[in-house]
T-cell receptor, first 110, second 113 residues
Framework: QQPVQSPQAVILREGEDAVINCSSS?????VHWYRQKHGEAPVFLMI?????EQKGHEKISASFNEKKQQSSLYLTASQLSYSGTYFC???????????FGTGTKLQVIP | DVKVTQSSRYLVKRTGEKVFLECVQD?????MFWYRQDPGLGLRLIYF???????EKGDIPEGYSVSREKKERFSLILESASTNQTSMYLC????????????FGPGTRLLVL
């Protein structure tokens, strides 16, 4: 079953912050985050392993709450280059069989 | 840089045709994947392979088969294409151990008429 992402879409002005949530009905081994720009392949952002860790990548960071089976992606001081569709992927078996959500379309405007 | 290439960017086929989509990776990765991407449905896993000649069904394997005869190449086969298989197909690869990023190819947009 696909993880549920929210919101489905969001529009930000440059410099604003955003949070994208990912929720699963299954116990999770890891959560993966990818960004896909229009017409391009998805590109890896980060992986979070069970243990409730928080990771950072430039101004993009993420948290993983293993007990709640949820992850959140935080984008701070957004830039135009952040525009794209963000996918979370969840892995319940440690198998690399990642199940992706339906995506969150993020648009950053000047 | 890791490179994952797919044989075609665009493909048009007729209903009932047998279709082969090829994927090649140049980084000696153990794991390879095939996804389809449809608006509003995200990325859905069709099949994956964790070794040569090994394959596992993903979430939507019906109507598809795969072949992995060499480590660098993973083929997706539509035995008898149908219009509901019109989609964007993405191949990906990743190294072992399991918690590694997946590297995606550019995708093949398939139209079945």
């Amino acid at each position: 079953q696909q993880p549920v992402q929210s919101p489905q879409a969001v529009i930000l002005r440059e410099g604003e912050d955003a949070v994208i949530n990912c929720s699963s009905s299954k116990a999770l081994y890891s959560v993966h985050w990818y960004r896909q720009k229009h017409g391009e392949a998805p590109v890896f952002l980060m992986i979070l392993l069970k243990g409730g860790e928080q990771k950072g990548h430039e101004k993009i960071s993420a948290s993983f709450n293993e007990k709640k089976q949820q992850s959140s992606l935080y984008l701070t001081a957004s830039q135009l280059s952040y525009s794209g569709t963000y996918f979370c992927g969840t892995d319940s078996g440690g198998y690399q069989k990642v199940t992706f959500g339906t995506g969150t379309k993020l648009q950053v405007i000047p | 840089d890791v490179k994952v290439t797919q044989s075609s960017r665009y493909l048009v086929k007729r209903t009932g045709e047998k279709v082969f989509l090829e994927c090649v990776q140049d980084m000696d990765h153990e794991n390879m994947f095939w996804y389809r991407q449809d608006p509003g449905l995200g990325l859905r896993l069709i099949y994956f392979s964790y070794d040569v000649k090994m394959k596992e069904k993903g979430d939507i394997p019906e109507g598809y088969s795969v072949s992995r005869e060499k480590k660098e190449r993973f083929s997706l086969i539509l035995e008898s294409a149908s219009t509901n298989q019109t989609s964007m197909y993405l191949c990906a690869s990743s190294p072992s151990p399991v918690q590694e990023t997946q590297y995606f190819g550019p995708g093949t947009r398939l139209l079945v008429l």
